[in-house]
């Protein structure tokens, strides 16, 4: 019984000092030092917040971009983060897949369709995609702006990252920034 | 398997194992003299802040840190705490919306639900049966999981310390002081290391605050309800503890949980850091710090391996898939997140399963048959390569209890490790504690295959319905908290059995490790003959790996012939289910 003054005073103290004090000092230095980021790298336009730069969001029109097939919640669902889990010899998972496919044929996609654009993400609000997705989406969307495939295509490439020390992850295109800077772009 | 594919990704990807595993090996020296430091009670850089409060702390508990404990006394202390600690997050996680911090307005947890998140986190598992941003508001994020982020990763390293404090001591009685031990750890250890991480995760873009979410009104006009809340606060710890609960239901897949390559890479460190400095601990606390590299070394075998394995694996492309028009380049992307590609992905999914921290960047049950089948077989080894916290310094031990015996059979002499005798006792005891998690693995997975209750939760049908099975138990008693996630385990049967597995797999391994403990710090050192079996070399090494790898797989060969490699053949028949 020598332990039960320890078990509980030790566990009361670590509560207050590491699920008390610690998040809210960390709260304290974030708040201060990176506010900004702390509050999510929310994007506003005005009043209006328009996203976060790291959250990925719905598009569909063809003047845009599109993002990879989303399983959060209804589709980009930032309050219901979730990948499909489906196993690789799921009947459900080739469904699909084919039906992505057969859609982006009809939206003008020749040839095999980059994986990322017809399978689903891990979060569900992947704010990237492939270089290669955006490739195949480049005529389609200079098309419907009346740009020329040249400026989208480079505008692509100035909103394409290299991995980390070009060894840690793989190149990735950040859509919503490519799509706002597409709109500044027609507006102008 | 095809013949080595050339592209440059797979190369890149190669090439990031190597540089992770040369960063770990640089850390493991520091860390390590800085943890065996910490637990001898020597003074520190932290010292003069944290000394004061160290001792407030005893004080208050009545501890006194220099009284030794003997391995029965130090057990029960163990037991002690862990209960309380489940206890209190038992009702925090049940009386939620009774306490403040709460402004999404969740409701409390149902009992089976609040029990196996309370056993989760209190064994150091982390196992989620729940989504974090549609269950946890922020008290119980940061006063009920987050406290049990910190004291269960402390726990594991103190249980560590006295066992190696068993082969480092001789004709001893005790071996140590567990309050001290726990209280080092999270005051000197994870805190400090916390504080850091987290201040860094924020400047790299993951959210830090009291607010529950923001209404977005996207590009194209549609809502968007984006969830907040202290992340990175949570994170650190998660990540450092080996604890692996994300505080998002996409864990560290989920762009606000770790935005960017740099905080990947800050990420996969942190899981392996303090499992790869306990292997130098062990070392100069054994007097001997190539004990501990070879330690180090036959990990780094299984830990490589596995990478590669994984890597080359999902670089290649589901046939089902190819057929239904993709592209094979980028690998198998479902469940991926692009910024991650294939390389990131698989290297953090080899580190998360070997090291027990069950945090996922990727989904599990999304990866091609085999490739499912290396983070299972990481677990099913018994989290010992590098391994949870604490937990995978004194299992790795326990096997070399194995190796040690198995090689005097060979010879015909009485095993010894670092000059101790083991007698049959000890490999009784050692024996008890390794099979204990088999026992719950393949015990409770063949009740679930053939109940009502157990197959309901299983999405997939099939082999891979097996495989999500396989992987739940496996990560429970595994105490690992990763998941083949399609398995829906929010059920009174899967909450309450997958909480007994974790429990067996945490206490019935640690009780008989603490006696084995006890027995070895009481005996002499001999000294070192020409007969003696030198344990620093690549023959022991390649015992190492030998054993481990012949004990895990002649125990789970079976169920992974019914389950992965199943659907191996299944899928190169173009079968789907």
Request: net charge neutral.
């Amino acid at each position: 019984m020598e332990h039960v003054r320890p078990a509980i005073v030790l566990l009361a103290l670590f509560t207050l000092l590491t699920g008390i004090a610690y998040p809210l000092a960390v709260t304290g230095i974030g708040q201060t030092l990176f506010a900004d980021k702390a509050d999510g790298s929310l994007i506003r336009d005005g009043e209006r917040v328009v996203g976060s730069r790291l959250i990925g969001q719905s598009f569909t029109g063809p003047a845009y971009f599109w993002p990879r097939p989303s399983a959060a919640g209804d589709g980009y669902d930032a309050a219901a983060s979730s990948g499909s889990n489906l196993g690789p010899t799921s009947a459900a998972l080739v469904e699909q897949v084919t039906a992505r496919t057969g859609q982006l044929r009809e939206a003008g996609v020749t040839g095999p369709v980059p994986a990322d654009l017809a399978t689903a993400s891990a979060s569900g609000l992947d704010p990237h995609i492939s270089p290669a997705a955006a490739a195949v989406q480049v005529a389609r969307v200079a098309a419907a702006r009346g740009l020329g495939e040249a400026q989208v295509a480079a505008l692509v490439r100035e909103h394409t990252q290299q991995p980390l020390l070009g060894l840690f992850g793989a190149p990735a295109v950040h859509v919503l920034d490519l799509n706002l800077a597409l709109d500044r772009l027609t507006r102008q | 398997m095809e013949p080595f594919p050339s592209s440059p990704a797979l190369w890149t990807g190669l090439a990031q194992i190597v540089v992770f595993a040369g960063l770990i090996v640089l850390l493991a020296r520091p860390v390590g003299g800085y943890l065996a430091r910490v637990y001898a009670g020597e003074r520190t850089l932290l010292s003069p802040v944290l000394a004061p409060l160290e001792t407030g702390f005893y004080a208050l508990a009545g501890v006194r840190p220099d009284r030794d404990m003997g391995w029965k006394s130090y057990a029960l202390a163990v037991l002690m705490f862990s209960a309380a600690s489940t206890a209190l997050l038992y009702a925090i996680l049940r009386f939620q919306h009774l306490l403040p911090l709460n402004p999404q307005g969740f409701g409390g947890l149902a009992p089976d639900l609040a029990f196996n998140t309370a056993v989760s986190f209190v064994t150091n598992t982390n196992w989620q049966s729940y989504g974090g941003e549609t269950t946890m508001g922020h008290f119980a994020q940061m006063a009920g999981l987050t406290v049990q982020n910190f004291a269960s990763a402390a726990v594991g390293m103190a249980l560590a310390l006295a066992f190696i404090r068993a082969f480092a001591r001789q004709n001893a009685s005790g071996i140590g002081n567990f309050w001290a031990d726990l209280t080092r750890g999270v005051l000197y250890v994870l805190l400090p290391l916390s504080v850091l991480a987290a201040v860094a995760f924020i400047a790299m873009g993951v959210p830090q605050t009291l607010a529950a979410s923001v209404e977005a009104t996207g590009v194209e006009g549609g809502s968007q309800t984006i969830a907040l809340g202290p992340v990175a606060s949570q994170l650190a710890i998660k990540m450092l503890g080996t604890n692996g609960g994300g505080f998002f239901n996409a864990n560290s897949a989920h762009p606000f949980e770790n935005p960017t390559n740099l905080s990947n890479l800050l990420q996969m460190l942190l899981i392996f850091v303090i499992g790869a400095g306990l292997t130098n601990t062990f070392g100069r606390m054994v007097g001997d710090t190539r004990q501990g590299w070879a330690i180090l070394a036959a990990m780094g075998v299984l830990f490589v391996a596995g990478a590669v394995l994984l890597l080359v694996i999902e670089s290649g492309a589901n046939p089902a898939l190819v057929a239904a028009g993709i592209d094979p380049a980028l690998g198998n992307m479902e469940g991926k997140e692009v910024r991650f590609g294939i390389g990131a992905s698989t290297l953090f999914a080899t580190i998360t399963t070997a090291a027990s921290c069950g945090a996922v960047n990727a989904m599990h049950d999304s990866f091609l048959p085999l490739g499912g089948m290396i983070p299972l077989v990481n677990i099913l080894l018994g989290e010992i390569i590098v391994g949870g916290v604490g937990a995978g310094l004194y299992g790795f031990l326990l096997f070399i209890v194995v190796a040690v015996f198995l090689a005097g059979l060979m010879v015909g002499r009485t095993p010894e490790y670092l000059g101790k005798k083991i007698s049959a006792r000890e490999v009784k005891l050692t024996l008890l504690a390794i099979l204990c998690v088999p026992l719950a693995v393949l015990g409770f997975l063949a009740l679930a295959a053939v109940s009502p209750d157990g197959l309901k939760g299983v999405q997939d049908a099939g082999p891979h319905g097996f495989t999500e099975m396989l992987y739940a138990v496996a990560s429970a008693a595994g105490n690992n908290g990763s998941a083949f996630a399609g398995l829906t385990a929010n059920s009174p049967f899967w909450n309450t059995g997958l909480a007994i597995a974790m429990l067996v797999g945490r206490f019935a391994m640690i009780v008989p490790m603490l006696a084995v403990a006890g027995a070895l710090a009481a005996k002499p050192k001999v000294p070192e003959s020409a007969g003696t079996f030198p344990t620093h070399g690549p023959l022991f090494v390649g015992l190492m790996v030998g054993v481990i790898l012949i004990v895990g797989g002649l125990t789970f060969f079976p169920a992974l012939a019914l389950g992965p490699i199943a659907e191996h053949a299944a899928m190169l028949a173009g079968q789907t289910f």
